[in-house]
């Protein structure tokens, strides 16, 4: 049977390349939050862009990504979710609605330092990399640091332990 892969990490870990190439060995379809928010709502983001106005739309990407993840495993294809998973109130509630489903889950959590992940932000922005989607400035990897939430003992021990 097929399943879910959460990748978890903070701005910069590497969440969307660790994607690319699993999604490679697992024969899976990729559901990037990034992807979709710039693709359906980033044209009409307020300058300068909210937290409250893109946690929003992230929150309705998310609806849309859960139902077609079940229609995509009920279909036998494995589903990477690329959606950060920054607070554990997100992670827990993504898992019971699989768990419902009797769906089953893989946690992989990108443990990387902020100075790496910073530098990997900055090359980035700069170059444009494969996995570039927009600009993300000093402010907001800051901001991004103050919301993530580190994975407790439970869930470390739960999830698959990365440090790319």
């Not at 892969?5 to 060995?25: D, E, P, R, W, Y």
């Not at 979709?36 to 409250?52: E, H, I, Q, R, T």
């Not at 946690?107 to 993300?136: G, I």
């Amino acid at each position: 049977m097929a399943k879910i892969h959460f990748i978890v990490g903070n701005t910069g870990s590497g969440k969307s390349t660790f994607s690319a190439v699993l999604a490679a060995q697992e024969k899976a379809h990729i559901f990037s939050v990034d992807e979709w928010m710039v693709n359906l709502f980033w044209m009409d983001a307020p300058d300068p862009p909210s937290y409250d106005w893109a946690i929003e739309r992230t929150q309705r990407i998310e609806i849309q990504m859960l139902a077609e993840s079940v229609k995509l495993v009920k279909n036998n294809v494995n589903v990477i979710l690329d959606i950060g998973f920054f607070a554990k109130s997100q992670r827990s509630r993504v898992q019971e609605f699989f768990k419902s489903k009797n769906i089953e889950t893989v946690t992989y959590f990108l443990d990387v330092d902020k100075d790496t992940r910073w530098f990997r932000v900055n090359k980035r922005n700069t170059e444009v990399t494969d996995t570039f989607q927009f600009h993300v400035s000093e402010e907001i990897f800051e901001f991004c640091e103050t919301i993530f939430e580190p994975l407790d003992a439970v869930e470390r021990n739960e999830a698959i332990i990365l440090s790319p």
